[in-house]
């Protein structure tokens, strides 16, 4: 089969977006798939060297959210950059057609926007399937009627119109809406009236064996990696610590923190590394960006994740990373009630926090080095499952069994270097 991959949001090492289509583009090559990447055209040379992407995609989207701009800008900025993606992919479209699949891992407005035309023009008549990927939803949670509900936005009416504008695409198996979570494809499905699938992550094990993360001293390693945010509870992780180490000095934890900058808070403060962390030598902040090979040793060098992810950005959302403890058999810390927890709870071992509770992470921090070597022999079990659910294999088995209506062709062979 030959791919197609778009990701605009493929431009640096924040995040891991690199990490995502690396792992899709060396699970497809080594299926005898054939597999073509676009890029931001601003993708750095090192990541367009490795994966042999095609820089031709507009400035990322994702890249100006959270930029302070006002509303009137965001709302043109859904227009303006749909046509700037419906204007480079379809070019390269034009000059590239023999695709059997494309595959877009990350769609918000903008790019559904887009998508609907290139899909009702461009590729209407092209024996090719469309999967679009969802990461979040233009939704809320309701909590009186414990149920999800749109936003309420013009953005989010006009998303679930563009969906139902799809429903023959949909229903005929020609275009697949995805998601990683059950959260998100049930949102998708309910809200939008028309088909959506569960996709897994695809994560690769960066260990074997079950003797993986047994500490190498009386020591715990402890991490938090990726950006330094309000959503994923980095200020409460940090008061956390705190709390831990001041309550427990003789404690066997030891803590690796990303912090890239210094961020706002849900209240609207500025939160910045605690001067006493800075000097404990049982805390240790990593203020860059991992380059290539250092995101996999620093998961060898960690025996716990620590993911205090808030309610408010994770309750209908997932993240790569729990995926990754999962499948080297890591145990979790995560917030209650997040995707993240019912994901630890069905394919992993942790621990759970109440959302944005500095006190009860702390006490969960105790608990979890109290009995870690339990909840490691239950993460080492769970692994190989965690490892078979989480693989191109299923994967790939997903979307070729998504719509027996659709016959796809045979495999084809490997293009190019996978890095």
């Not at 676009?38 to 890249?63: G, K, M, N, Q, Y």
């Not at 088909?195 to 190498?216: C, E």
Request: proline fraction near 6%; include cysteine.
């Amino acid at each position: 089969m030959r791919w197609l991959i778009v990701e605009e949001a493929l431009r640096d090492r924040k995040g891991h977006w690199f990490e995502a289509i690396a792992t899709f583009r060396r699970g497809f090559c080594a299926q005898g798939d054939e597999v073509v990447v676009l890029a931001d055209s601003a993708v750095d040379p090192d990541i367009r060297e490795l994966l042999d992407a095609v820089p031709v995609l507009p400035t990322s989207i994702w890249h100006l959210t959270g930029d302070g701009s006002g509303r009137l800008t965001r709302y043109s900025r859904v227009f303006t950059h749909a046509w700037r993606i419906w204007r480079t992919v379809g070019s390269y479209l034009d000059r590239n057609s023999d695709f059997e699949a494309i595959f877009v891992p990350s769609v918000g407005l903008h790019h559904l926007l887009a998508w609907a035309w290139l899909i009702k023009r461009k590729l209407r008549d092209r024996p090719v399937r469309v999967l679009l990927f969802f990461l979040i939803l233009p939704i809320r949670w309701n909590p009186d009627l414990e149920e999800m509900e749109p936003d309420g936005s013009p953005t989010s009416r006009l998303f679930f119109k563009l969906l139902k504008w799809l429903e023959p695409e949909i229903r005929s198996g020609r275009v697949i809406l995805g998601a990683e979570v059950e959260q998100i494809r049930a949102a998708l499905e309910t809200l939008s009236g028309v088909p959506a699938t569960l996709f897994p992550q695809i994560v690769i094990p960066f260990t074997t064996g079950r003797g993986s993360h047994l500490p190498a001293t009386n020591e715990i390693s402890m991490g938090c990696y990726g950006p330094s945010r309000a959503e994923k509870g980095t200020d409460v992780l940090q008061d956390a610590i705190a709390i831990y180490c001041r309550r427990f000095p003789a404690g066997r934890a030891r803590f690796l923190v990303h912090w890239t900058e210094d961020f706002l808070t849900e209240n609207g403060r500025t939160a910045a590394r605690l001067p006493e962390l800075m000097r404990d030598s049982r805390v240790q902040y990593l203020t860059d960006f991992f380059a290539h090979g250092e995101y996999e040793a620093q998961l060898r060098r960690t025996q716990v994740m620590l993911l205090p992810y808030r309610l408010s950005g994770y309750r209908l959302r997932g993240s790569r990373v729990v995926m990754e403890a999962m499948v080297n058999g890591m145990p979790v810390i995560t917030t209650r009630g997040t995707s993240l927890a019912l994901l630890v709870e069905a394919h992993g071992a942790g621990l759970f926090c109440d959302d944005g509770d500095p006190e009860s992470l702390a006490l969960a921090i105790r608990e979890m080095e109290e009995r870690y070597e339990e909840l490691r022999q239950v993460a080492q079990a769970k692994m190989p499952a965690a490892t078979r659910e989480f693989s191109i294999d299923t994967f790939r088995r997903t979307f070729l069994q998504s719509s027996p209506a659709v016959r796809i062709g045979l495999p084809c062979a490997v293009a190019g270097p996978i890095g």
